[in-house]
C-alpha cells in the first residue's frame, strides 16, 4: 500500500488565474484533460450513522470512504474508489464498473458484488451488508489537473462545487445539482516521497495555509 502525501488549500478565483498561468510554465496538463480541464461527478456513501462524515468533521485522524466517480459525464468508464486517509497522507484503490453495474449500485441491488473477485468491489459489498452502506449525494465541479514526473506530483485546481442535494441518480444527466454556498476553489498538492522546489515555489500563494476541506461535508451540508 503506497500512501501519498496530500494537502488542501482554499483559494480564491484570483489565485486560480495566478496558479494556472505559474503551472502551465512547469508542469504537463493531465492527459485525460480536454482544454486542460474535465469535470468530475461523484456519489458518495455513508453508513445509517453518517459514519464518513462524523469522522470527517470530527477530525478523525483515519478515514476510509467509498464514491463512485465518473468523468465528463462519460459512462463509458466508471470507477468505484475506496480511499484511506491517514492524517496528510492518502491511498486510493479502483475498480472498474460496467455501466449496468454502477446502475444497479445506485438502485440498491447489489447482490452480484457477492462473486466479485475483486477486492475493492468485495470491501464495499462487506461495508454495505453490515453497516448499511447506501449513497448520499451527488458532487460535481471542474477540475484543471497538471502533472510532474519528479517525484510523481499532481497539483488539481477544482471550483465549481455543485451537489445534488437529495438527488443520487448518479447516471442521469437530467438530475439537477446546485453551488454550494460560498463555493470555494480548491488547490490540491499529491506527491510520493518529495515535493520537488519548483513546484513547492510555483504553488506558493501569500496567506493560504492547509484545510480540511471536504467536498463530500459541504455537500452533506443540504440534506
Known amino acids: ?21 505559474r503551472l502551465r510554465a512547469v508542469m504537463k496538463p493531465d492527459s485525460h484533460a480536454v482544454n486542460g480541464q474535465y469535470k468530475i461527478r461523484s ?16 477530525g478523525v485522524n483515519i478515514r476510509e470512504k467509498y464514491r463512485i466517480r465518473l468523468y465528463n459525464h462519460d459512462d ?17 484503490e479502483t475498480a472498474n464498473l460496467t455501466l449496468e453495474q454502477a446502475q444497479t449500485i445506485v438502485v440498491g441491488d447489489v447482490s452480484w ?5 475483486d477486492e475493492v468491489i468485495l470491501g464495499f459489498y462487506t461495508r454495505i451488508r453490515n453497516e448499511g452502506l447506501k449513497a448520499k449525494v451527488i458532487v460535481d465541479y ?4 497538471f502533472v ?5 506530483v499532481r497539483v488539481t485546481l477544482d471550483y465549481d462545487i455543485r451537489t445534488g442535494i437529495s438527488c ?21 498538492v499529491k506527491w510520493d516521497k518529495y515535493l520537488p522546489d519548483v513546484i513547492r515555489d510555483a504553488i506558493q ?9 471536504s467536498k463530500y461535508a459541504a455537500c452533506r451540508m443540504y440534506d
Open 142 to 145: 471542474i477540475r484543471e489537473p
Open 205 to 213: 500563494l501569500e496567506g493560504r495555509r492547509s484545510t480540511a476541506f
Open 168 to 188: 443520487t441518480d448518479f447516471l442521469n444527466p437530467d438530475c439537477v445539482t446546485v453551488s454550494i454556498k460560498d463555493s470555494p476553489c480548491i488547490l490540491e
Open 148 to 152: 510532474f514526473a519528479p517525484g510523481n
Open 76 to 92: 463509458s468508464i466508471i470507477r468505484l474508489e475506496r480511499k484511506f486517509k491517514h492524517g496528510g497522507l492518502g491511498y486510493k
Open 43 to 58: 456519489l458518495y456513501f455513508d453508513n445509517l450513522d453518517d459514519k464518513a462524515l462524523r469522522e470527517k468533521l470530527d
Open 113 to 117: 458484488m457477492a462473486a466479485s473477485t
Open 1 to 21: 500500500m503506497q500512501f501519498r502525501h496530500e494537502v488542501k488549500h482554499e483559494i480564491s478565483n484570483h489565485d486560480i488565474l495566478i496558479l494556472r498561468q
